[in-house]
């Protein structure tokens, strides 16, 4: 079936970097954006950005440019999100999703990881 | 403009209606997609397009858009609709995703 596999929790030290997973299933890879989103403990979801798997191009909400990459990986059918310089504050739980657009060519989301853990303590 | 604003919390009564919203100057352009969060759980999309529903979201869950308001209704509340619901839809002039701060929703 149809999903998408994310890396397990990671703890880190402010001002460290942390790369999170996300392995696609149950259907052609390149064929659907991925984007990436984050929820903060008790908090809504903020998006982060996509990566078109076909070429790698990325697209990133302002407040995450120059410190987050996204990346993937055809071969294995799998993306990537690091982020750098971590702050406390970006303790969360890190989603990937599978996109489609509609008539109106807003992007939802059909398909979720289960989300990792982002957890940045000294 | 950037925001999407909904009612932080809305309870309904078992088997009552409830009508959950999200504002927003940009939903007079572009669609509404919602989602449901529960404890625990990755979002869940139950609506996209305004009032499209995916395979698997049983019919009492319905939506529309009308000028910058798109509602979400539920009609005969049932305890496995409780959760957080979120509207998303995008940026006016660009490819940026937006999402309302979310509803709570109690089943009563």
């Known amino acids: 079936q149809v999903q998408l596999v994310q890396s397990g929790p990671e703890m880190r030290k402010p001002g460290t970097s942390v790369k999170v997973s996300c392995k696609a299933s149950?259907?052609?890879?390149?064929?659907?954006?991925v984007h990436w989103l984050r929820q903060a403990p008790g908090q809504g979801l903020e998006w982060m950005g996509w990566?078109?798997?076909?070429?790698?191009?990325?697209q990133f909400a302002q407040k995450f440019v120059g410190w987050v990459t996204m990346t993937r990986d055809t071969s294995l059918g799998s993306a990537s999100l690091e982020l750098t310089a971590l702050k406390f504050d970006d303790t969360a739980i890190y989603y990937c999703?599978?996109?489609?657009?509609?008539?109106?060519?807003?992007?939802?989301?059909?398909?979720w990881g289960r989300g990792t853990l982002v957890s940045v303590s000294s | 403009s950037s925001d999407l604003t909904q009612d932080p919390v809305v309870s309904v009564p078992l088997g009552q209606t409830v009508k959950i919203t999200c504002q927003g100057d940009?939903?007079?352009?572009?669609?509404a997609t919602w989602y449901r969060q529960k404890p625990g759980q990755a979002p869940l999309l139950v609506i996209y397009?305004?009032?499209k529903r995916p395979s698997g979201i049983p019919a009492r869950v319905s939506a529309s858009r009308s000028g910058n308001t798109a509602s979400l209704t539920i009609t005969g509340a049932q305890a496995e609709d409780e959760g957080d619901y979120y509207c998303?839809?995008?940026?006016?002039?660009?490819?940026?995703?937006?999402f309302g701060g979310g509803t709570k929703l109690t089943v009563l």
């Open positions: 999703a599978r996109a489609s657009r509609d008539g109106y060519n807003t992007w939802y989301f059909e398909v």
């Open positions: 998303s839809s995008r940026e006016t002039g660009n490819n940026i995703v937006l």
């Open positions: 990566i078109n798997p076909t070429n790698g191009a990325t």
């Open positions: 397009s305004n009032y």
């Open positions: 940009t939903l007079r352009t572009y669609s």
């Open positions: 149950g259907y052609t890879f390149t064929g659907y954006y």
